[in-house]
């Protein structure tokens, strides 16, 4: 087990100095995560970046994984701008169809926000037009952000106690 940790730890300090990496898309887990496997059989989990989408249990959650399965799925993707968030995933930007930029097209689809601590100034114009065209989840009137939905559900008495 620390043999296997160690080989983990020091893989993602390799990758923390490379800027790009592709792989397969293996496994979907949400709207904005997912598992790739490279060429070289390694796997890493994947977290698009300056994108939040709604959790599984939200509205829209089910939909921007549908929309990620459809997408990319089975496909080979190019994550750029890698970094190793506190979860150990690399989190980057990430290219499919060789130019398309996801992130880019979930948002534009109403299916994420523009992760609360972003700079991403392309970013925050399309989701203003999302929400203007009440494209997607902003077709409800009050849509709740992951980021605050995750610590509301964090910190919910009843959700401790019966």
């Not at 689809?109 to 925050?124: D, E, Q, R, T």
């Not at 989840?137 to 952000?145: A, G, M, T, Y």
Request: hydrophobic share 40%; net charge positive.
């Amino acid at each position: 087990m620390f043999i296997l940790q160690f080989f983990l730890i020091i893989s993602l300090s390799i990758l923390s100095i490379i800027s790009s990496i592709t792989g397969k898309v293996i496994k979907i887990y949400d709207g904005d995560t997912f598992r790739i496997d490279t060429k070289k059989m390694e796997e890493y989990k994947i977290r698009i970046a300056d994108i939040d989408c709604p959790e599984k249990n939200q509205s829209y959650g089910r939909e921007a994984k549908n929309f990620l399965t459809k997408k990319i799925l089975n496909k080979t993707v190019l994550i750029k701008n890698i970094k190793i968030d506190k979860y150990n995933r690399i989190v980057g930007l990430v290219i499919y169809d060789k130019k398309k930029d996801l992130g880019k097209d979930i948002i534009e689809y109403g299916l994420a926000w523009v992760w609360k601590f972003s700079k991403n100034v392309p970013y925050k114009i399309i989701e203003s037009q999302a929400r203007k065209k009440k494209i997607g989840l902003w077709k409800k009137n009050h849509p709740i952000d992951p980021y605050d939905w995750r610590k509301k559900r964090l910190f919910n008495p009843y959700d401790i106690c019966p």
